[in-house]
């Protein structure tokens, strides 16, 4: 048995979920926590199930989780020093001990546990001695958080202060129990805590203290991974403490404030009423399974737990459309004329159906007129649900445009000036990215077409057969054969590096979307264009494409925010200072907000304190949603 090991590929694992609760074994993950917790609780004995093998060699994808696993072995078997040390210049020296503190793995009390059993098998008195400096750190530490907590700190300063804490501490740890040239099972003892003259213990117990704070402070109550013990619908439940997005939050403040952008959007003036034909612009999202079950076993394999996630997260959907199509009729109050429910085309594979309580929730919607349910045909099984409903978008309907939108958006002004400058000449247009080296599928603009809706088909019916690397974004367009993942396993960036090559090989690019209608090239468009033109294009295109102002996909996640402050990407900032709403006094100069990312959902920030000014207009026009339009009962007052 053994408790360490070297962690090369912990560079490929995600940074902001240590707590693993977004991976496909996110329900057994949790259940172990549960299980360690009642361990050191004194509830349970620790005992080896069938259901532990399933994880325990998951180690690129939740190393803490594997750490644990180890830890509570060796409660039961003999603990192999020469392994130890592995652990604590491998595991340790990548992931620091504000983050472990922050995910809610027990691994402080576990190693405190192992030190007291094994203090109290020994013969001889273990003194403080020359590691006594190592604890009075940890207490340190410790003291100080109580000391800001008690006396009212913000959690941005009071997580900040211990992170600085905490790094100080880690360091004199390493330092003082490297080893030199000592042997190896003498080191891993000194680093344990297991070495009468080098102990560690108390920092330990200490760790151990703070955690327990932390996620009394921070963890979310909750019954499963994204449901909360009174019911309501909280995916941050699924991350095992919010403090991290504290971070993010302090990053985007600090970007905001930088770049000057005011938190709040100016109220758009009314305009005169317009005639026009009814029905003949529309906007759209798409609800796949890849969206409602990721990450869920939804098969009826995984138990009721699994059964209960997968409810919460269709809810959680819901509430993101409810506020979407909320958004949407509150900016088209002041537009000249109104575009109609948000169409929500559903694309589910074979055998799946909506949890109940969803479906019911969506009809509800339906009925209050907010959205329209569109139940599309079954897809393919060569497709994925995802890029059907997407292929969907360009089946004629009787719209002649129809705007796309995530459902991660929030529509800050009116978007009828868009189809205005659309009507002619423009069969699609979407935005760059922050890089603008390629684009962003979130919004898209598009003329639905029986012809366009063939061709593209055809090009994803054929995109099994594409090898190589992707243009946009340099990644293998394939991460194993697709014949033997059945379309799933995508290389490259999902379905947008397909949408970027098939745009560029089969429209005419005319350049960026102009208020008085038509397209033309624009400086900062360089970047994208080399791509673009570094292979040929179509002699028979299918028709015109151009980009969208990048005020209406604007990027409002913690990182977006901080490389546009940094000028990172600064063809972005020209793009924004050039846009639609650049000449406002006083408002915020964009027309959409998007949050890409799976752990960058602004209803994912069930504490408020972890929330930007910009998630928190999310939060407000969800907050009016609900006070408008009745929203389902368990799924009311995500905080």
């Not at 969907?392 to 309907?397: E, F, I, T």
């Not at 990172?568 to 027309?591: C, D, I, K, N, T």
């Amino acid at each position: 048995m053994w408790i360490g090991w070297f962690l090369p590929p912990v560079a490929a694992y995600h940074a902001h979920d240590h707590s693993c609760g977004w991976t496909n074994k996110q329900v057994l993950w949790r259940r172990l926590r549960q299980r360690a917790d009642a361990v050191l609780a004194g509830a349970t004995a620790w005992s080896r199930e069938s259901w532990v093998d399933q994880i325990a060699e998951e180690l690129v994808n939740c190393p803490l989780g594997v750490h644990v696993i180890e830890l509570l072995d060796a409660e039961t078997k003999s603990l192999d020093l020469s392994r130890s040390r592995q652990m604590g210049f491998g595991l340790y020296n990548v992931v620091s001990l504000w983050n472990i503190a922050l995910t809610g793995w027990p691994t402080f009390g576990l190693l405190h546990r192992l030190c007291r059993r094994a203090f109290a098998n020994s013969t001889g008195t273990h003194r403080p001695a020359r590691g006594a400096f190592v604890v009075r750190a940890a207490q340190r530490a410790r003291r100080r958080y109580e000391s800001n907590a008690s006396r009212g700190v913000s959690d941005l300063e009071l997580l900040h202060s211990l992170e600085v804490d905490l790094n100080q501490l880690r360091s004199s740890w390493f330092a003082r129990f490297d080893g030199g040239g000592a042997p190896v099972t003498e080191v891993a003892t000194r680093w344990l805590g297991l070495d009468a003259m080098e102990p560690s213990c108390e920092m330990w117990a200490e760790l151990a203290t703070l955690q327990r704070q932390l996620r009394h402070r921070f963890e979310l109550p909750c019954a499963s991974g994204a449901r909360r013990l009174d019911g309501a619908v909280c995916p941050g439940c699924r991350l095992a403490a919010q403090g991290f997005w504290l971070d993010e939050r302090r990053v985007a403040e600090a970007a905001l404030a930088q770049l000057g952008l005011p938190g709040q959007p100016e109220e758009p003036a009314a305009r005169a009423a317009e005639r026009r034909a009814p029905g003949a612009w529309a906007t759209a999202t798409v609800l796949t399974s890849e969206d409602l079950f990721r990450s869920i076993r939804h098969d009826g394999q995984g138990g009721s737990e699994d059964w209960e996630d997968a409810t919460a997260i269709v809810l959680a959907y819901v509430d993101a459309l409810r506020t979407l199509a909320f958004s949407l009729r509150r900016a088209g109050r002041h537009g000249a004329a109104s575009l109609g429910p948000l169409l929500v085309l559903l694309s589910l594979r074979q055998g799946e159906a909506l949890p109940q309580e969803a479906r019911e929730s969506l009809e509800a919607l339906e009925e209050q007129g907010l959205i329209q349910l569109l139940h599309l045909p079954i897809p393919p099984q060569h497709l994925w649900p995802r890029a059907w409903g997407k292929l969907q978008l360009w089946q004629p309907r009787g719209y002649d445009l129809v705007l796309y939108l995530d459902a991660d958006i929030l529509v800050l002004d009116d978007l009828t000036s868009l189809f205005r400058a659309a009507a002619e000449g423009v069969d699609a247009a979407a935005a760059l990215t922050r890089s603008m080296m390629g684009l962003n599928g979130g919004v898209m603009l598009l003329r639905p077409s029986s012809h366009i809706f063939h061709a593209l088909r055809a090009s994803l019916e054929e995109l099994p057969s594409w090898k190589g690397l992707s243009r946009w974004t340099g990644r293998p367009w394939w991460n194993t054969p697709p014949e033997t993942s059945n379309g799933s396993d995508f290389g490259s960036y999902g379905d947008q590096d397909h949408l970027n090559e098939w745009l560029a090989t089969s429209f005419r690019f005319a350049g960026e979307l102009q208020p008085g209608g038509g397209c033309a090239r624009q400086p900062w468009q360089r970047a994208y264009v080399d791509v673009r033109d570094a292979e040929p294009g179509s002699k028979q295109p299918l028709g015109t494409f151009c980009t969208l102002p990048v005020g209406f996909n604007f990027c409002a996640t913690a990182g977006c925010l901080d490389q546009l402050a940094s000028k990172e990407h600064h063809l972005a900032l020209e793009s924004l200072s050039h846009g639609w709403s650049a000449g406002r006094s006083q408002a915020l100069p964009v027309q959409v907000l998007h949050w890409p990312g799976a752990l960058r959902k602004p209803w994912q920030r069930c504490l408020s304190s972890t929330r930007s000014r910009l998630d928190e207009l999310w939060w407000k026009t969800f907050q009016e949603a609900c006070l408008e339009v009745e929203p389902p009962s368990k799924s009311e007052g995500l905080e």
